[in-house]
């Protein structure tokens, strides 16, 4: 892949949207081409698996089917815009990845982590980010942030005690993957954590500077 990868992954409410928002301002002021994309999401097929996989009353789905789904919609997102954008030399910002199959289905549900990357292999073996963001603030924080729990989203809704596993698992993974999957401390205003984002990526050359 001739483009950039850059993944953003967080905790519900932690952010991501907002400032996946605020770099690609600041890549449309500096010329650089890119794609904003999200998972699970982000083409037409995937966006259609999103609504069953976050859809409230599907409480009966199997964790194993949560996985596969997910996986489904990654395989298709990579195919469809990911791929594509990389090809033509894009940078893309990507909301979620695969270390969040890891951190929710791995650490919180309980899954195997040899499942996950089995499911996952074609993410895995092609398409792996350049730099993967984790905007870390404590699951407690980061929903009163966003005013509370989506009561229609399957997974706001899994407890108090996952999303708690869920933020463990991604603690983990800053030693897990130490090139790769850096912690962002975005306590500060949305503005001081994307001028420490475009900072950091500024200093790896994984953008351009001004």
């Known amino acids: 892949m001739s483009g950039t990868f850059i ?32 998972e699970p999401g982000g083409s037409e097929i ?15 789905m199997t964790d194993e089917c949560e996985a596969l789904l997910y996986a489904a919609a990654r395989a298709q997102h990579l195919a469809d815009t990911v791929a594509p954008a990389l090809a033509r030399g894009e ?3 990507c909301d ?13 549900r309980g899954l195997p982590r040899k499942f996950l990357e089995e499911i996952n292999g074609y993410a895995v073996s092609n398409y792996m980010p350049d730099l993967a ?32 596993r869920v933020y463990a698992g991604y603690k ?4 897990e993957f ?5 912690a962002v401390d975005c306590s500060g205003t949305k503005f001081e954590t994307n001028a420490k984002i475009a900072a950091m990526l500024e200093e790896r050359g994984l953008i351009p500077r001004a």
């Open 178 to 182: 130490p090139e790769t999957f850096v």
């Open 172 to 175: 983990r993974m800053l030693a």
């Open 7 to 38: 993944v953003f992954e967080g905790c519900e409410g932690a952010g991501k949207s907002t400032q996946m928002r605020l770099l690609s301002e600041l890549l449309q002021k500096r010329g650089a081409a890119h794609t904003v994309t999200r």
């Open 96 to 108: 979620r990845y695969i270390f969040s199959s890891y951190a929710y289905q791995g650490a919180g």
């Open 133 to 164: 963001l984790f905007l870390d603030i404590p699951p407690a924080q980061a929903f009163d942030r966003k005013h509370g729990v989506d009561e229609d989203d399957r997974m706001e809704c899994a407890g108090e005690g996952f999303h708690a």
């Open 46 to 60: 995937s966006e259609a698996i999103r609504k069953v996989i976050l859809d409230g009353r599907f409480t009966a």
């Open 91 to 93: 940078i893309v910002l």
